[in-house]
């Protein structure tokens, strides 16, 4: 099981260059995105139940591949009856085994079944994985952003801080009015109150990961990871019938393909062959007895199960189109949803950059005199919502990619199990 869910997730790497962004000691090692779902995937009840589902459908193609087993059998004529038959003088005892003949294919069509279902198994494991490769990354970036808003949210603080000081300066000194001194207190109150709801959400996102991956998340995160924005491929729709999101319907329209050619070897009677040996009490002789049976398909010869059987193969091939039709949708909502993301997060650098310089600016004219207070916290309050709406952004581009990721993923080498 181990070695299936290494194959579907992507090996740990190290990220040692968020330990400067995150504050964090150099010695603290630092929990990569990679290494978290690497941790989810050998963690997660999922993949616990995938595999078993896998181990199940390997035992079961072994006992498909089985042959019926003979039956003993034995019996005894002529007894308990009147004159001569009484008692068991004359008694007739046979004793023998019937061995059971399938013809029609049976035994191969069982097998095409089994195999097929062990596919869906092992596709269902790799679909498992790229889901849990989802979770932990949406979870991730949560918690990323989550320590990035509560980083702004304490340097909003600090800056609160500073402005109630000077504020406090300049009505002692007669610059300003007292009203100066409240809007900066309640400047610094709300600002602190914004770390403390920010301080929980934190905890809560790292909380969450933890749960997760089923490992405490006390060191550092790859906080730059946000910051790394790889150009948005838009060919990943060309292909869609290799991509997993299809592997389950087509091992679905397979298990249905084979369940015909069983239901149609199904309705050829097997045959029962019987040799035995027969003893006869009253001249002690011994003699070979030879047995064949065939069923007589009268009342079921089978053909509800074969209309059945192909009443799924209809509705499995059926349910494959329509996932095509729905993963081609979804592709393409995935798409767009990353261009626009794409967008919003690229063009963070420019306004993050000039709501800086515009609250700089005001900084330094309110100490000097020229701006008023207004606009002083004006400008911080616009600083402060575009770095929220950056990393806002940033995370919105991570959680896009991702799930176009899982959209388009493609069928893992070891899903190719061929049905024979």
Excluded at 83 to 112: D, Q
Excluded at 183 to 203: G, H, K, N, P, S
Aim: proline share 5%.
């Amino acid at each position: 099981m181990k070695m299936i869910f290494a194959a579907c997730v992507a090996a740990a790497s190290c990220a040692g260059v968020a330990q400067a962004q995150s504050g964090a000691p150099a010695s603290t090692p630092v929990l990569s995105l990679e290494q978290a779902v690497v941790a989810a995937g050998g963690a997660a009840p999922a993949a616990d139940a995938a595999g078993a589902a896998i181990e199940a459908a390997q035992a079961a193609r072994t006992v498909a591949g089985l042959r019926p087993n003979p039956v003993a059998q034995g019996q005894i004529e002529n007894v308990v009856g009147t004159g001569p038959y009484s008692g068991l003088n004359s008694a007739e005892t046979t004793l023998g085994v019937a061995i059971p003949i399938e013809l029609g294919g049976k035994r191969s069509a069982r097998l095409a079944v089994a195999q097929a279902q062990l596919s869906r198994a092992e596709v269902q494991a790799a679909v498992v994985a790229a889901d849990i490769r989802l979770q932990v990354t949406q979870l991730y970036v949560a918690a990323v952003a989550a320590e990035r808003r509560l980083a702004t949210a304490r340097d909003q603080a600090r800056i609160a801080a500073d402005v109630l000081r000077a504020a406090t300066v300049r009505v002692q000194a007669g610059r300003a009015s007292p009203l100066e001194e409240q809007r900066a207190q309640v400047a610094r109150l709300t600002a602190d109150a914004t770390v403390e709801r920010f301080m929980r959400l934190a905890e809560a996102s790292r909380a969450n990961l933890a749960r997760r991956i089923a490992m405490p998340t006390i060191g550092a995160l790859d906080m730059a990871m946000l910051d790394r924005l790889p150009p948005v491929d838009g060919t990943a729709a060309e292909a869609p019938t290799a991509m997993l999101a299809l592997a389950a319907a087509d091992a679905d329209l397979a298990i249905a393909e084979g369940g015909v050619r069983l239901a149609r070897a199904n309705r050829v009677p097997d045959l029962n062959i019987g040799p035995a040996l027969r003893r006869l009490e009253a001249t002690r002789d011994m003699a070979a007895v030879f047995s064949v049976s065939i069923p007589i398909p009268l009342f079921d010869n089978g053909r509800a199960a074969v209309a059945r059987a192909q009443a799924e193969r209809l509705q499995a091939d059926a349910q494959r189109r329509m996932t095509a039709l729905d993963l081609e949708q979804a592709i393409t909502d995935a798409q767009a949803d990353l261009a626009n993301a794409d967008t919003a997060a690229r063009t963070t650098v420019p306004a993050l950059a000039a709501a800086q310089e515009a609250a700089r600016i005001a900084r330094i004219g309110y100490r000097e005199g020229k701006f008023g207070q207004i606009d002083l916290l004006d400008a911080e309050r616009t600083l402060a919502d575009t770095r929220l709406a950056a990393i806002d952004a940033l995370a919105d581009y991570h959680t896009a990619r991702a799930r176009l990721a899982r959209l388009t993923a493609p069928v893992p080498a070891p899903m190719t199990g061929e049905i024979r």
